[in-house]
């Protein structure tokens, strides 16, 4: 075997447009981080690992076949709702949240399992009851939803059980949940408003008060949000350029290597950098809803489409509550922010969506 059947093997089930997105993005992080972190090549050589690690892992799962990625639906979230139990029975306790359990070999976070197996689960569900869909099978996949939703929120951990939630209520809404319901859902979760807020932990509440007047507490809860929509502002059209930016380099900007790391892209690229860099990711979703429309089978169309609306998500709720639109809730930039977990889930939803293209595309050729 050549190098080049060697190549033709090893890309075949890998979509090359998606890629190109993808390795832009990754690109940018790695440049960016290297201003973020003032030139520390340990963390520029973690995310190097983390990028490899988080591409691996894509490729398996893009050379998974389609009927596999439906017999691991049952059995993933099935073992992902045991670790979440057992988190909230024996997990470790850090900052306040039990998220972490140790599992001997290694501690592992179970609420990112799920941000793959609940879409997972509730689209092989649909897949198994399309000819006879009713209500009633709107209802169960709503249940399968609440469960770990439930348990994460307990921990707490509202980032992520924002995340799982929106992930499997587009499996719901793709899978034809009626306006009518979504519209009676709004109004129920409008009304129930006052008794969510008081089931919120202090700092929950204090962080969506902060959305409002973030200089109520400027040097305390406030000054993520106030420093975050400072280094936004201050990059003007053009930016202050490349390893200039003053919030940044003068440590006034928190988390700039992960939450944050949107506010240094900003301050250093301005408007201008930040058009490119949501053309990278309309790029990214564009394609994801390509491979949408195109897929031959309910579970893969409700699996891809979920996939694609979730990325979005990450980037709208990160994007806005650096910019001081929405709550400060924890949730890291897609492929930007440094990290190796939300990476890795990430890049194993889009080895599901190259599985489902390049599978498909053989099946028709």
Do not use: C
């Not at 995340?163 to 859902?185: D, N, P, Q, T």
């Not at 309910?298 to 709550?327: D, E, K, Q």
């Amino acid at each position: 075997m050549n190098l080049r059947q060697i190549k033709q093997r090893f890309m075949l089930h890998l979509d090359p447009v998606l890629l190109y997105g993808l390795g832009a993005l990754m690109f940018v992080s790695l440049v960016l981080l290297y201003s973020a972190s003032d030139g520390s090549w340990m963390r520029i050589l973690g995310q190097v690992v983390n990028i490899l690690v988080a591409f691996t892992a894509l490729w398996i799962v893009a050379n998974m076949p389609l009927h596999w990625l439906m017999r691991i639906a049952v059995p993933m979230y099935v073992a992902g709702m045991a670790l979440l139990i057992g988190v909230a029975l024996f997990g470790d306790i850090s900052h306040g949240a039990r998220r972490w359990l140790n599992i001997g070999v290694a501690t592992i976070q179970p609420s990112e399992l799920m941000k793959i197996a609940v879409p997972l689960m509730m689209a092989w569900y649909f897949e198994k009851h399309e000819a006879t869909l009713t209500w009633r099978n709107h209802f169960i996949a709503a249940v399968l939803l609440a469960m770990p939703v439930a348990l994460i929120v307990r921990q707490p951990d509202l980032g992520t059980s924002i995340l799982i939630a929106a992930s499997g209520f587009y499996v719901l809404f793709l899978a034809g949940l009626s306006w009518r319901v979504m519209g009676a859902l709004f109004v129920g979760a409008l009304a129930s408003a006052p008794f969510a807020w008081g089931m919120l932990h202090d700092y929950q509440r204090h962080r969506i008060m902060m959305l409002f007047d973030p200089s109520q507490d400027a040097l305390g809860k406030g000054y993520h949000t106030i420093q975050g929509m400072i280094a936004v502002g201050s990059g003007g059209f053009l930016g202050k350029g490349y390893l200039n930016g003053t919030q940044t380099h003068l440590d006034f900007l928190p988390e700039r290597t992960t939450d944050f790391i949107f506010a240094v892209y900003s301050e250093e690229f301005g408007f201008l950098g930040n058009l490119i860099l949501l053309g990278i990711y309309i790029f990214i979703i564009g394609r994801g809803f390509i491979i949408t429309a195109n897929a031959s089978t309910y579970f893969t169309r409700l699996m891809a489409g979920s996939i694609t609306l979730t990325f979005f998500t990450y980037t709208f709720v990160n994007m806005g509550m650096v910019s001081g639109i929405l709550p400060v809730v924890g949730v890291p930039l897609p492929l930007l922010s440094y990290g190796g977990t939300s990476m890795l889930t990430l890049m194993l939803g889009f080895g599901v969506l190259m599985s489902i293209h390049t599978h498909q595309r053989l099946v028709k050729t």
